[in-house]
């Protein structure tokens, strides 16, 4: 027991020893050495193999940097190209919108158009049909003989029944039947 507390001693002795040494032999040195510091004198006592495997280790590392830095750069440029792509495509987006409401709005206004113009052609039929059933039958079928079938559909359709019947019983009779096929919407054979 004696000896191992004396040999623990020695040992601690000797670190401190040569603690002691190592920390005069550099402060002496950079007492000789003018304008080193302690970064400098510690390269210089540091052994060569290990400066030799940091200047590797530096290289190595200014390379993969380098990669990374590419490769930071690569990333960047594909950011900034989907960023400016994605710009495009909220313009676009835009643009179909508003060319979708004025599609909309002529839309709107195409169907007002067809509607005031069938009011209008429906005016002007019923006064037609009120004419044509205001005169004697054979007279009204007489002058539908020479109108167009989509007029005479028009204004038959718009008279009573009873007046209808008896201006196609005046009418011709291919006329007559074109006109009641027509006005059936079934295909004639």
């Known amino acids: 027991r004696t000896g191992a507390r004396l040999l623990l001693f020695a040992f601690c002795t000797l670190i401190v020893l040569f603690g002691a040494k190592l920390g005069l032999t550099v402060i002496g040195a950079l007492h000789t050495v003018?304008?080193?510091?302690?970064?400098?004198?510690?390269?210089?006592?540091?052994p060569q193999p290990v400066a030799a495997a940091t200047s590797v280790w530096t290289d190595?590392?200014?390379?993969?940097?380098?990669?990374?830095?590419?490769?930071?750069?690569?990333?960047?440029?594909?950011?900034?190209?989907?960023?400016?792509?994605?710009?495009?495509l909220e313009i676009l987006k835009k643009q179909v919108e508003r060319k979708t409401n004025t599609l909309l709005v002529l839309q709107k206004r195409v169907m007002l158009a067809q509607a005031r113009q069938k009011t209008a052609l429906n005016s002007k039929?019923?006064?037609?049909?009120?004419?044509?059933?205001?005169?004697?039958?054979?007279?009204?079928?007489?002058?539908m003989g020479s109108l167009n079938d989509s007029l005479v559909k028009a204004i038959i359709s718009t008279l009573p029944p009873d007046k209808a019947a008896s201006i196609l019983a005046s009418m011709n009779v291919k006329k007559a039947v074109q006109i009641t096929v027509a006005l059936s919407g079934i295909q004639a054979q």
């Open 34 to 46: 003018p304008g080193s510091s302690v970064a400098n004198l510690l390269t210089t006592l540091v």
């Open 60 to 88: 190595m590392g200014g390379q993969s940097m380098s990669a990374l830095e590419q490769e930071a750069n690569k990333i960047h440029q594909q950011q900034r190209q989907f960023q400016k792509e994605q710009k495009q």
């Open 125 to 143: 039929t019923r006064r037609l049909a009120r004419i044509y059933g205001a005169m004697k039958p054979g007279q009204a079928a007489k002058l």
